[in-house]
């Protein structure tokens, strides 16, 4: 592949966005149950990269904005 060594885990609040995702074979996201490397968790996000034993090199977010209450969390220092 073009990145060799890439892990990602992605994160979905809602579970039947993940169930959708059969319906895009033809893309990235068909990729997604087929690579190890490329997991899918249905949780809240700022839970889970706060939990012991995560450590991420590169978060990307969407959806959500500095002003609502706990959303500047996500930002680098």
Known sequence: ???PGLQAD?????PEV???FSLF??????EIGRNPR???????????????????DVIV???YHPSV???GALYAR
């Open 1 to 3: 592949g073009a990145h």
């Open 10 to 14: 992605g994160l979905e609040l809602v």
């Open 18 to 20: 993940v169930e959708t």
């Open 25 to 30: 074979g033809a893309s990235a996201a068909g």
């Open 38 to 56: 490329l997991r899918v968790h249905v949780a809240d996000a700022r839970r889970f990269v706060r939990a012991p034993g995560g450590r991420y």
């Open 61 to 63: 977010a969407d959806l």
């Open 69 to 71: 209450d706990g959303s």
